[in-house]
């Protein structure tokens, strides 16, 4: 009889998969195609905000062009491994185990927060979207990555394969929510598929197909 595979929420699931997370950087960063990080400008000596930093794929950058950084995360594992990552950098890193729902952090407090790959854990996002427009400065820059994931893969543990919880959401929702929140939508790029693929502007109404990360730069 074939195993059955567990579900996990996004705590009990990084925990489990924290060991083994950094093999699939490559396939991660593919979701972005680079176009993540020239969106945050310059950010030297910056203040920001990594939410669901994981072990570091995106922290470790914001780092290495000297900004400022609090990464946040609600695995504790998965930060112990960004930990050891960062032990030997001039600039240290703030790390905290914390949910993104219920953000820990006085308001207008960063420059810019960011956050990828979290959202596909949330339920409704409106909550965390909220929490951000809370502990930025006024004028600053929020930038979250929303995949096209409906059905959440299987991960490889240590222990056999788990499933992290997750949620599908479309891309004129997150719009949608954002602008509720009094946020203005700054700039909005869609990684595809395929590099050769013609996107339809979202002002059109629609995307071409195979679009699979939304990534949206909102101003506070």
Same mark, same amino acid.
């Given at each position: 009889?074939? *195993? *059955? ?153 240590k222990e056999g394969q788990v499933i992290i919880e997750s949620f599908y959401h479309r891309p004129e929702k997150i719009r949608e929510i954002l602008e509720s929140l009094a946020f203005g939508i700054k700039e909005e790029v869609f990684i595809y598929e395929g590099r050769d693929a013609s996107p339809v502007p979202s002002a059109q ?16």
């Amino acid at each position: 009889m074939k *195993k *059955k595979i567990k579900v996990l929420n996004s705590e009990d699931g990084y925990n489990v998969v924290a060991d083994l997370y950094d093999e699939n950087e490559n396939y991660l960063n593919s979701f972005e195609q680079g176009e993540l990080v020239p969106l945050l400008g310059a950010i030297a000596n910056k203040k920001i905000l990594d939410v669901g930093a994981g072990t570091g794929r995106l922290t470790t950058t914001l780092v290495n062009r000297e900004a400022i950084v609090t990464a946040l995360d609600a695995s504790e594992k998965m930060l112990k491994i960004l930990r050891s990552k960062c032990s030997d950098r001039s600039r240290p890193v703030t790390m905290v185990v914390g949910d993104a729902e219920n953000l820990p952090f006085d308001n207008d407090t960063f420059d810019t927060v960011t956050a990828a790959f979290l959202i596909v854990h949330l339920k409704d996002p409106a909550r965390f979207f909220d929490e951000a427009y809370r502990v930025l400065k006024d004028g600053g820059l929020f930038v979250v990555t929303n995949i096209n994931q409906k059905d959440p893969p299987p991960v490889k543990t240590k222990e056999g394969q788990v499933i992290i919880e997750s949620f599908y959401h479309r891309p004129e929702k997150i719009r949608e929510i954002l602008e509720s929140l009094a946020f203005g939508i700054k700039e909005e790029v869609f990684i595809y598929e395929g590099r050769d693929a013609s996107p339809v502007p979202s002002a059109q109404g629609g995307l071409v197909p195979g679009w699979i990360n939304q990534i949206i730069v909102v101003k506070k």
